[in-house]
């Protein structure tokens, strides 16, 4: 069998951030269970991804492609790996979980009699695998006990270590791989994607920000939330429900179905850490987080952490914020 | 139309959760069910397209005995008729044995359309949907917030990550996994349940639907979970903790 | 001049021809009475059987009638002097009943009371004095109705109340007017043939108009529903409350063709006074009007062209149109059955009351909020679990249990019953009472939450609830009787009372000028300000809450409470008039209201008091009394609640 395969993905040009932790994931099982590590590359032209890819320590890189790739199908991308891999016949195949892997890596694992292995956040001895289970409030470790490959899917975040922005020039040789599909066996006909809302507020690049969760309980308490966000310097970001409810715009929204944020400081209000929400800011370098149940699983992942009324916090630490900076 | 919604009943959100002795899964005496969020707005999402296309829907679950209460409340929702797996040990297969099961009782209804929730609550994988779609032979897409009915089969609405979506066109019958939020869910009603009392669930043992073959991935053990750096928990009053945070910011963490 | 020998003058020798007069026009007059009576007859008995009703126990029955028909008592207490006036001309009626029968039997010349006997002239002067009575009432009334013009009698003028006011005082003139002419008299004659008419004209008029409550409402209050808000339980498993004609029962009927049209039930209706579309006195008059038109087997909605649809879920439940009916109509059950229709068949859509149904779907409180919540309140608090051998269970409620305020009453009411010693507990588990979806007519999660929290209190073996909220009373009590038998409950004011004089009263700046003296000796306690200091002891006015006062009669006790901490005064609207928050039918989960928000309006009657302390007994009024004086700014009264006004007195170091 021919090894650890990571599949990458690209955003807007460039191999997405995820997909370098899905890399630095296939190097840490690498180690443990001493494979090499490839990475393939789908698309209609993958030319320059396949350069950027070659750069990290990779044994070989390949490129998938077909003008039938242009767009992601799942039932594209699920032919042109399943042949892929009835030739190379891996032993782990790696990759990112965005939302679109969860569309197809289930299908092409059941295809070869496999299961998918999703929303990985560690690899270890075995190897076996842990995922978040309970929406956060347990681990669970699995295993895989087939024959034939083991699909797994890594979490954004769990594997950002300072080796997935490192960039090695190595050897890798790059090859192409011709998948044959026929238009016929594209079930599915995607649009160009489309945003709800214009975007006025680019989340991503804040270095502070301040978000609210359901903790907040009412819309009229925002403003408590604002002022120690202006003081602070720092944006206004929330989890998913409060957004539902209209109380901010869709493009505050942080989690998996809204911006994936990475500033110096995050502080959580009122959110209980629930991990569509934890996706979405894990990888904050600084993370506080105050919430009034010391089980929040929150506090996880935070680097500092208040039990306690956010009405009576968040104004002492807004007046202490202010007098910090005279 | 005819729509299948698969269902799933897991623990009440609320429950407090305790490891079993054997650290396989968690305590289940003294837990509460209710129906998966998701799969609550895959059941709205195919009681409109019932009220405004008319056909049935029908509901199916894998699970002990204890899944007829949640079945009955899909039931009382507006769903017509269910089928109910009757399946003492659904842990102990994968996800792809769980879809075999459910493949076997869909595939003899010929529905044209199936919808899953697109996670469950409890073990979050994700996945029953799209294996289905595929042991099906069927199109699907998931992560849908809206579905339309076309001449040409679906349109329906792909949530993308940071806010985008996409629009998807696709031929029936095929697969769907619902996303939560794109419709406002209905409550049950006296009626409904009054109804409910009357409408078929038909139980099949899952031993009738075809051998299952050994799991190819196994969930060995449950854990709390392990923290990657170690939490520093700020206490006392409002005032105190706020000072001691930004002492903290300021001269540890360096962020402000 | 009255000539104190006076007798009522009877004419004789009435004619064959006067006498088939008289046949005739009784036949017309009472085919046309029947013509209409017998429709409205029709139309009651026709509509569904009460499944629920019992005529026994009959003696309340008896007792209402006597109280609220008989004495009228009702009807003058709630608006004096109208309300005496009516009086009058109902007692007159009634003292009439021998007159009237004399007045026709002397037309066909068998007359039995003879004026000149012992018997008759003292019938007839006693008569004479209630026809002075009655004719001055009518005559106030009409004055009422047509010069001052009050705005509960509606818009429109009535003329046929002109015109019936006007039979009435001609009757009474006319018996009067008798009594100064002689038998023969030709005056006499004319007299008589007057006040046959009056009678004869008057009669048919009755079931053609709001009249028809002198017929009906004697039978309505004799065959009420035996208790205040007593929501029947839905008949079989078609059942789903006031959907159509074909739902309305025999009692509904009866009681919608009682109404008089008063207003009285409007004019103390909280939705009616802050500008919401809801009228209670318009919908019984809409459902009369559909039985009008279309009758008991109709299958029309109610709700539509009779009645607005959002008319009854703009209802607090407060019951003032109840409490105050003086024919007996019971609204509560009425308003609540057209929510019941509504919800129970799930056309009711509505985003804050689905919130409100899936949060309590899927969870144990009306709040969403997980029930860890309450877990980690009992703890913080030191509250004891109840373990069967306590004398009482502490009911949290919703409130009580998650409400940051709620908690601080339940925390302060334990501070007392620690101090008095007594043994009592929390339970593990409670899941909501079901008091708003109970009014809001969702009878399945009703059933759902007081089958499995009746269960609960009997494994846990409760004997006594205590709580701090009128609503759990009041539905753990009385609403979940439907599916179990509930334990004692009551409320923590009924409790505080009954150990009132072991309570201390609070000492210190403010409250008591001798222990002041005797507490300062001089120099000021370093937290009281100058400011803090009162001339006397603190203004307090207590609101009495909906589901305390009318629903379970508790007025004195809470005030006893209110009386340790300092003195008592009353709002203009109190005890049985109080005026309601805004919070209870559920209305406190079904976001904004229109108009002008009903606890401002409470709130500003409160502060217009110039009591600089409000005292509630229930944490919904605790809520939303807050968030109304929040609005009043600088100066706005202290708002607590009587356990919080109990632990005043009590010594600091009774903090658990």
């Known amino acids: 069998m021919s090894g650890i395969w990571v599949v990458v993905e690209e955003r807007e040009g460039r191999i997405s951030r995820i997909s370098c932790e899905a890399v630095a994931a296939g190097q840490k099982l690498a180690a443990l269970a001493g494979l090499t590590v490839n990475a393939v590359v789908l698309d209609a032209q993958t030319e320059a991804l396949a350069a950027e890819?070659?750069?990290?320590?990779?044994?070989?890189?390949?490129?998938?492609?077909?003008?039938?790739?242009?767009?992601?199908?799942?039932?594209?991308?699920?032919?042109?790996?399943?042949?892929?891999?009835?030739?190379?016949?891996?032993?782990?195949?790696?990759?990112?979980?965005?939302?679109?892997?969860?569309?197809?890596?289930?299908?092409?694992?059941?295809?070869?009699?496999?299961?998918?292995?999703?929303?990985?956040?560690?690899?270890?001895?075995?190897?076996?695998?842990?995922?978040?289970?309970?929406?956060?409030?347990?681990?669970?470790?699995?295993?895989?006990?087939?024959?034939?490959?083991?699909?797994?899917?890594?979490?954004?975040?769990?594997?950002?270590?300072?080796?997935?922005?490192?960039?090695?020039?190595?050897?890798?040789?790059?090859?192409?791989?011709?998948?044959?599909?026929?238009?016929?066996?594209?079930?599915?006909?995607?649009?160009?994607?489309?945003?709800?809302?214009?975007?006025?507020?680019?989340?991503?690049?804040?270095?502070?920000?301040?978000?609210?969760?359901?903790?907040?309980?009412?819309?009229?308490?925002?403003?408590?939330?604002?002022?120690?966000?202006?003081?602070?310097?720092?944006?206004?970001?929330?989890?998913?429900?409060?957004?539902?409810?209209?109380?901010?715009?869709?493009?505050?929204?942080?989690?998996?179905?809204?911006?994936?944020?990475?500033?110096?400081?995050?502080?959580?209000?009122?959110?209980?850490?629930?991990?569509?929400?934890?996706?979405?800011?894990?990888?904050?370098?600084?993370?506080?987080?105050?919430?009034?149940?010391?089980?929040?699983?929150?506090?996880?992942?935070?680097?500092?952490?208040?039990?306690?009324?956010?009405?009576?916090?968040?104004?002492?630490?807004?007046?202490?914020?202010?007098?910090?900076?005279? | 139309m005819k729509i299948i919604v698969a269902i799933k009943q897991v623990p009440e959100r609320d429950a407090q959760v305790r490891i079993d002795s054997a650290g396989k899964w968690i305590e289940e005496s003294g837990l509460q069910w209710a129906l998966n969020e998701s799969d609550a707005y895959a059941l709205e999402e195919a009681l409109q397209l019932k009220e405004k296309h008319g056909g049935e829907v029908v509901v199916l679950s894998?699970?002990?005995?204890?899944?007829?209460?949640?079945?009955?409340?899909?039931?009382?929702?507006?769903?017509?008729?269910?089928?109910?797996?009757?399946?003492?040990?659904?842990?102990?297969?994968?996800?792809?044995?769980?879809?075999?099961?459910?493949?076997?009782?869909?595939?003899?209804?010929?529905?044209?359309?199936?919808?899953?929730?697109?996670?469950?609550?409890?073990?979050?994988?994700?996945?029953?949907?799209?294996?289905?779609?595929?042991?099906?032979?069927?199109?699907?897409?998931?992560?849908?917030?809206?579905?339309?009915?076309?001449?040409?089969?679906?349109?329906?609405?792909?949530?993308?990550?940071?806010?985008?979506?996409?629009?998807?066109?696709?031929?029936?019958?095929?697969?769907?996994?619902?996303?939560?939020?794109?419709?406002?869910?209905?409550?049950?009603?006296?009626?409904?349940?009054?109804?409910?009392?009357?409408?078929?669930?038909?139980?099949?043992?899952?031993?009738?639907?075809?051998?299952?073959?050994?799991?190819?991935?196994?969930?060995?053990?449950?854990?709390?979970?392990?923290?990657h750096k170690s939490t520093q928990m700020l206490s006392g009053t409002a005032k105190e903790t706020a000072a001691a945070l930004v002492e903290k910011l300021k001269f540890e963490a360096r962020v402000l | 001049m009255v000539d104190l020998n006076a007798t009522l003058a009877e004419p004789q020798h009435f004619s064959l021809l006067e006498k088939l007069i008289l046949i005739v026009l009784i036949a017309v007059?009472?085919?046309?009475?029947?013509?209409?009576?017998?429709?409205?007859?029709?139309?009651?008995l026709h509509s569904k059987k009460d499944a629920s009703f019992h005529l026994f126990?009959?003696?309340?029955?008896?007792?209402?009638?006597?109280?609220?028909?008989?004495?009228?008592?009702?009807?003058?207490?709630?608006?004096?002097?109208?309300?005496?006036?009516?009086?009058?001309?109902?007692?007159?009626?009634?003292?009439?009943?021998?007159?009237?029968?004399?007045?026709?039997?002397?037309?066909?010349?068998?007359?039995?009371?003879?004026?000149?006997?012992?018997?008759?002239?003292?019938?007839?002067?006693?008569?004479?004095?209630?026809?002075?009575?009655?004719?001055?009432?009518?005559?106030?009334?009409?004055?009422?109705?047509?010069?001052?013009?009050?705005?509960?009698?509606?818009?429109?003028?009535?003329?046929?109340?002109?015109?019936?006011?006007?039979?009435?005082?001609?009757?009474?003139?006319?018996?009067?007017?008798?009594?100064?002419?002689a038998d023969s008299d030709p005056a006499a004659r004319f007299l008589w043939w007057s006040h046959t008419l009056a009678l004869l004209i008057f009669l048919p008029i009755i079931p053609h108009t709001k009249h028809l409550h002198l017929v009906l409402s004697p039978v309505t209050v004799f065959l009420s529903r035996g208790g205040f808000s007593q929501i029947p339980p839905l008949a079989g498993d078609e059942d789903f409350g006031l959907i159509a004609g074909t739902d309305l029962t025999r009692v509904v009927s009866l009681q919608v063709y009682s109404c008089v049209e008063c207003g009285r039930c409007t004019e103390h209706c909280p939705a009616a006074n802050t500008g919401k579309v809801l009228n209670p006195k318009e919908v019984i008059l809409g459902l009369r009007g559909y039985l009008n038109d279309l009758g008991p087997a109709a299958s029309e909605p109610l709700l539509g062209k009779y009645n607005a649809e959002e008319a009854p879920f703009q209802c607090t439940t407060c019951g003032a149109c109840e409490f105050q009916c003086p024919v007996g109509i019971e609204h509560l059950p009425i308003l609540v059955g057209l929510r019941r229709g509504a919800v129970n068949t799930g056309t009711w859509e509505n985003e804050y009351g689905s919130k409100l149904f899936l949060a309590l779907e899927r969870g144990s409180n009306s709040l969403g909020l997980p029930n860890g919540e309450r877990d980690k309140f009992i703890e913080k608090a030191g509250l004891p679990l109840f373990d069967g051998t306590q004398d009482y269970c502490l009911w949290l409620g919703c409130m009580g249990g998650y409400d940051p305020k709620g908690r601080e009453i339940v925390a302060d009411f334990a501070r007392v019953m620690n101090y008095l010693g007594t043994s009592y507990g929390v339970l593990r588990k409670e899941k909501c009472s079901g008091d708003p979806v109970r009014r809001l007519g969702n009878d399945l999660l009703f059933q759902q939450l007081a089958e499995e929290n009746l269960k609960t209190l009997a494994e846990n073996k409760v004997k006594k609830i205590v709580t701090i909220c009128p609503h759990c009373v009041r539905t753990i009590q009385e609403d979940w009787k439907e599916y179990g038998t509930p334990p004692n409950v009551e409320h923590h004011s009924e409790f505080l009372a009954r150990f009132a004089d072991k309570l201390p009263r609070p000492v210190g700046p403010g409250f008591s000028p001798d222990i002041r003296m005797a507490e300062s000796d001089g120099a000021l306690a370093p937290e009281v300000s100058s400011a803090d200091i009162r001339s006397g002891p603190e203004k307090i006015v207590f609101h009495d809450p909906c589901y305390l006062g009318r629903y379970r009669n508790i007025y004195e006790e809470p005030r006893t409470i209110v009386a340790l901490a300092g003195d008592l005064v009353e709002a203009p609207r109190n005890h049985e008039r109080s005026f309601c928050c805004g919070a209870g039918g559920g209305l406190a989960f079904l976001g904004e209201e229109t108009g002008e928000r009903v606890s401002h309006n409470r709130a500003a009657e409160l502060v217009a008091t110039g009591a600089n302390m409000v005292g509630t007994a229930c944490p919904f009024c605790n809520t939303m009394l807050r968030d109304a004086l929040a609005q009043t700014g600088e100066g706005a009264p202290q708002l607590l609640d009587i356990a919080q006004l109990a632990t005043r007195g009590l010594p600091k170091s009774s903090t658990n």
């Open chain 2, 62 to 227: 894998a699970g002990p005995e204890r899944v007829s209460s949640t079945i009955r409340e899909a039931l009382a929702k507006g769903a017509d008729r269910a089928i109910h797996i009757d399946c003492a040990d659904l842990g102990k297969l994968d996800a792809l044995g769980v879809a075999r099961l459910l493949t076997a009782a869909v595939k003899p209804e010929n529905p044209d359309l199936v919808l899953t929730g697109l996670q469950s609550e409890d073990l979050g994988q994700g996945q029953t949907g799209v294996i289905l779609a595929e042991l099906l032979g069927l199109p699907h897409a998931s992560l849908i917030l809206h579905v339309e009915k076309t001449d040409a089969g679906l349109t329906v609405k792909r949530e993308l990550e940071e806010g985008w979506f996409q629009s998807i066109e696709l031929p029936t019958p095929a697969v769907l996994t619902i996303q939560s939020g794109g419709n406002k869910l209905r409550y049950a009603t006296l009626m409904g349940i009054k109804r409910a009392k009357t409408k078929e669930v038909r139980v099949v043992a899952a031993s009738e639907l075809g051998q299952q073959t050994a799991p190819v991935v196994v969930l060995e053990r449950i854990a709390l979970p392990t923290k």
């Open chain 3, 57 to 181: 126990p009959i003696g309340k029955r008896v007792w209402d009638f006597f109280w609220e028909v008989l004495c009228q008592a009702k009807v003058i207490r709630q608006r004096p002097l109208p309300g005496l006036a009516h009086a009058f001309v109902f007692w007159g009626f009634c003292a009439f009943a021998l007159v009237t029968l004399n007045h026709f039997a002397t037309g066909f010349g068998i007359g039995f009371l003879n004026p000149s006997g012992w018997f008759g002239r003292i019938y007839f002067y006693l008569a004479a004095i209630f026809a002075l009575a009655c004719a001055a009432g009518i005559l106030g009334l009409f004055v009422r109705r047509f010069i001052l013009q009050p705005k509960w009698l509606g818009e429109k003028l009535s003329y046929e109340s002109g015109v019936i006011a006007l039979l009435i005082f001609v009757l009474m003139a006319t018996y009067l007017a008798a009594f100064f002419v």
């Open chain 3, 29 to 44: 007059s009472g085919s046309a009475f029947w013509l209409r009576f017998g429709k409205v007859l029709d139309k009651i």
């Open chain 1, 53 to 326: 890819v070659a750069a990290k320590a990779l044994a070989k890189v390949i490129r998938i492609e077909h003008p039938l790739l242009a767009a992601y199908t799942a039932d594209g991308f699920t032919l042109a790996l399943q042949q892929f891999f009835a030739a190379e016949q891996p032993d782990f195949v790696i990759f990112p979980h965005s939302y679109q892997v969860r569309d197809y890596a289930p299908a092409l694992a059941a295809r070869l009699g496999q299961v998918h292995i999703g929303d990985v956040t560690d690899v270890a001895e075995g190897p076996v695998f842990t995922r978040q289970l309970m929406q956060g409030r347990l681990s669970g470790i699995y295993r895989h006990t087939g024959n034939g490959p083991c699909f797994v899917s890594v979490q954004a975040g769990a594997f950002r270590t300072a080796e997935s922005e490192a960039v090695e020039i190595s050897a890798a040789e790059v090859t192409v791989f011709k998948p044959t599909i026929e238009p016929a066996q594209i079930r599915t006909k995607p649009s160009e994607p489309f945003r709800a809302a214009a975007q006025t507020v680019d989340l991503g690049a804040a270095q502070r920000i301040v978000s609210v969760g359901r903790g907040i309980k009412d819309a009229g308490n925002l403003p408590l939330v604002q002022e120690l966000a202006t003081a602070l310097g720092a944006e206004l970001g929330a989890s998913r429900p409060i957004c539902d409810s209209g109380w901010l715009p869709t493009e505050r929204q942080i989690g998996s179905s809204g911006q994936t944020v990475s500033p110096k400081l995050y502080l959580a209000v009122g959110i209980s850490g629930a991990i569509q929400h934890l996706v979405g800011m894990k990888g904050s370098q600084c993370v506080v987080a105050i919430n009034k149940d010391p089980s929040a699983p929150i506090f996880e992942i935070a680097d500092y952490g208040i039990v306690g009324d956010l009405f009576e916090v968040v104004p002492a630490l807004t007046e202490a914020v202010k007098a910090a900076k005279q």
